[in-house]
């Protein structure tokens, strides 16, 4: 019997009890349906998210594992197992047709044009909802392409936002005006200072229960915030373009978008992830550089710095986070898990140990 599966690049959380095989979305969640305490911290876990091998199948805590993207967690003979889900299966139920068969429009001999097709249907199909719906709109190619793939439906009415955060190299309000206004579409500013993305750490930590090694994913907490403060159901997103296209299923980024926007009331609508635009971006070979959505780009008359230039990653800068931590216990906690201790000179290392910290506190983990 199969109790819970998961998606291939690990959009959806799916947490279980390896004792009695209850699961759930979230760790707080199965300890709440099981009524027990949380145990110790996992280390090979913690381990995992420090040195960026992430053991998928686990947790922070030792007693509560995960299902690892692309795999089901099924009952078999009284025993628990984990079965890696055959590649078809990745992206759709078995009774969805294929759209990768025969006069199918990835299959067309322009396969360019049927990927277009594809995340044209699934933006109609966000429009058909009747939700309230807005584009999550930065400078970079992903969402540009989707918020002119909707201009070309006819519908510039949905609103972009665009997070402002005046912080060097960590704002994209130039970029991402420019696209909206080359295109007419309506603009909503949300502005977020470095304090904002302070005081938002500690509810973004326990939504997503695993430590971050840069404050990055908080930035999605405070744009759906703003959303559903202005009565917005639904935010299309580029999210997963980069995952899928590079066949990454590590699932240290997608899951914690999805949980935020979750936590927020917004529904997360990626394209990107949309069953049958993977199945067709499958088809073309693995490429970080998104050939095939650059030549979209192209046609849609994008501008040249999208269609030709190169991606820029987008991590926060340095925050101050002293009033976060208290930095003799994890001191402690880093020698009772045998762990080096954090630098604290080094952001990536102060945001990790502050936001584990805080999710054990959080789940109530047993810690020295």
């Known amino acids: 019997m ?7 690049f690990g959009r959806l959380r799916q947490v279980y009890d390896p004792g009695t095989g209850e699961v759930a979305s979230s760790i707080a969640g199965l300890l709440a349906a099981t009524a027990r305490r949380a145990g110790p911290p996992d280390r090979a876990a913690i381990l995992g998210y420090r040195t960026h091998e992430r053991q998928t199948g686990r947790t922070v805590l030792r007693d509560v594992r995960a299902v690892p993207p692309g795999h089901a967690l099924v009952r078999r003979a009284g025993e ?30 322009d396969s360019i044009t049927g990927l277009e097709h594809l995340l044209a249907q699934a ?15 930065s400078g970079g190619l992903d969402s540009a392409l989707l918020l ?3 201009d070309t439906l006819g519908a510039s009415d949905v609103p972009a936002y665009i997070l402002v955060t005046g912080m060097p190299d960590y704002c994209e309000r130039d970029a991402a005006l420019a696209m909206a ?13 470095a304090d904002d993305f302070v005081r938002a750490l500690p509810r973004s930590v326990n939504t997503v229960e ?62 990107f992830l949309d069953p049958h635009v993977v199945r067709c971006l499958l088809r073309h070979p693995p490429d ?16 040249d ?45 102060t945001v990790q140990w502050t936001t584990l910290s805080l999710v054990l506190d959080h789940l109530d983990a047993d810690t020295p």
């Open 2 to 8: 199969i109790l819970a599966a998961r998606d291939p």
């Open 80 to 109: 628990l197992r984990l079965r890696a889900l055959p590649t078809p299966a990745w992206t759709g139920r078995a009774d969805t047709a294929s759209p990768t068969r025969p006069g199918s429009p990835c299959s067309a001999p």
């Open 123 to 137: 933006l109609a199909r966000a429009l058909d909802s009747g939700q309230r719906l807005a584009v999550a709109l």
């Open 148 to 150: 002119a793939l909707l």
């Open 181 to 193: 206004d080359r295109l007419g579409a309506r603009v909503r500013l949300v502005s977020a200072s």
């Open 210 to 271: 695993e430590p971050l090694f840069n404050l990055h994913p908080v930035a999605k907490r405070l744009l759906a915030e703003a959303m559903a403060a202005d009565g917005i159901q639904a935010a299309i997103t580029g999210d997963g373009a980069d995952q899928v296209v590079r066949r990454d299923t590590c699932a240290n980024y997608l899951p914690l978008c999805q949980a935020l926007f979750d936590a927020a009331g917004v529904k997360l609508v990626a394209p």
């Open 288 to 303: 970080a550089d998104k050939p095939a959505l650059r030549a979209i780009a192209a046609r849609l008359a994008l501008p």
């Open 305 to 349: 710095r999208l269609v030709r230039g190169p991606k820029h990653s987008r991590l926060a800068p340095p925050m101050d986070l002293a009033a976060l931590v208290d930095r003799a216990r994890v001191q402690h906690l880093a020698r009772a898990l045998d762990l080096p201790p954090p630098d604290w000179r080094n952001d990536a290392d």
